[in-house]
């Protein structure tokens, strides 16, 4: 007897299951399994790893040695009752996992792994899943009646629909226990608060950041890290808030991505509060070019007027010599100056953005005579 039969003698009637599609790499939740091609296969865990909504993950015991693959929906332990997810991850790859983030695997606090989902389980999930966002929109009206200062952004129900995780975003403390039991009375499920930063908030609603790309916290960013103005300082970037800041009105992420870079790039650069004594005048640091090895200096230090690219090399020699006593005459030599001043040529300065527009000779003298005759055979016929 097919599922379908099944669920067709429960209840009288037939019913659809519904047609839920996945392919393994196109979520962000998924978990790139780097061992899958490697000859030699450690020893098998029971233990897999299962994600839900809104980044949820967590790692269950295989207690029934079910045969589980990436992507299969399962049925798992919860408090109370039993929540639906999709397997994520498993193999040897788990202990390389758990080892990361220090989780023992004989900890007694994994939870189980039932079954794989059957069809009673995936309608009751579905029919979970549409009841998210009619209580999404009724919870914020409640909130607002409460007069609290907080913003639910999602709901979460459990796989059997006794739970439901209300996920909200607050700048100070909120005291939601009489939210809580409006909320328990209004939809009778257990209700779990849930806060969350507004980074995973913009994550979950998406959009197109200013590089003209999908936001990364909606691609393939699930653990956000710290994002301070000490790392647009290392990248000499203007510290503009409007520039660096992202849709969730926050630092963007993307100005971690490079961050290491700058550093290492600097670790052998001399001092930069440190003022260059010439024969003649003082040079006072203004602006660097990390990549290039360029410090720019002026000889005014509140305006940075009349700049002059020097090498770090240079930089370096000078500091050298203000350390013996030693004033050098000019800030930068000849040679260095030459290098310096080199332009990138255009490849394409020789050729005009309209050199496709200008017509052959022949053709246009051709075409031109045929609007000529033209011209002079409606004048005839009028």
Not at 21 to 31: A, E, R, V
Not at 218 to 242: C, G, R
Request: aromatic content about 8%; charged content about 30%.
């Amino acid at each position: 007897m097919t599922e379908n039969e099944e669920l067709s003698g429960l209840h009288g009637e037939e019913i659809q299951l519904p047609d839920i599609k996945y392919k393994p790499g196109l979520n962000k939740l998924d978990s790139f399994d780097w061992l899958k091609d490697i000859a030699f296969i450690p020893e098998e865990t029971d233990i897999v790893e299962i994600r839900f909504k809104n980044t949820r993950k967590g790692f269950f015991r295989n207690v029934n040695s079910l045969r589980l693959e990436t992507g299969d929906i399962v049925a798992v332990e919860a408090s109370p009752g039993h929540d639906i997810g999709r397997v994520s991850m498993v193999g040897p790859i788990i202990d390389e996992r758990l080892k990361k983030l220090k989780i023992h695997p004989s900890s007694d606090d994994l939870k189980k792994v039932y079954r794989k989902a059957k069809a009673v389980d995936i309608i009751k999930w579905e029919e979970a899943k549409k009841l998210e966002t009619p209580t999404m929109l009724r919870s914020r009206q409640i909130a607002e009646e409460l007069k609290l200062n907080m913003k639910i952004g999602d709901v979460e129900y459990q796989g059997d629909k006794t739970k439901a995780i209300f996920y909200y975003i607050a700048d100070e403390r909120v005291d939601f226990r009489q939210l809580i039991k409006v909320l328990a009375d209004e939809f009778r499920v257990r209700i779990e608060m849930r806060q969350i930063g507004a980074r995973q908030e913009a994550g979950r609603i998406g959009g197109i950041g200013s590089c003209g790309r999908e936001l990364c916290c909606a691609t393939h960013i699930s653990n956000f890290v710290s994002v301070t103005t000490t790392h647009a300082k290392y990248q000499e970037l203007s510290l503009n808030p409007q520039k660096l800041a992202g849709q969730c009105s926050k630092l963007k992420c993307c100005l971690n991505f490079e961050f290491d870079c700058y550093v290492d790039a600097q670790r052998s650069f001399p001092p930069r509060d440190v003022p260059l004594e010439l024969a003649d005048s003082t040079a006072h640091f203004q602006k660097m070019e990390v990549h290039k090895n360029i410090y720019w200096y002026s000889t005014d230090p509140g305006a940075p007027i009349n700049l002059t690219p020097v090498p770090v090399g240079r930089v370096r020699e000078i500091l050298q010599l203000n350390r013996k006593g030693q004033k050098p005459d000019k800030l930068i030599i000849a040679a260095e100056s030459a290098e310096l001043s080199a332009v990138s040529h255009d490849i394409l300065g020789n050729n005009s953005l309209t050199r496709f527009d200008v017509p052959d000779t022949k053709d246009h003298q051709r075409h031109s005579q045929k609007r000529k005759n033209r011209r002079f055979n409606d004048k005839r016929n009028n």
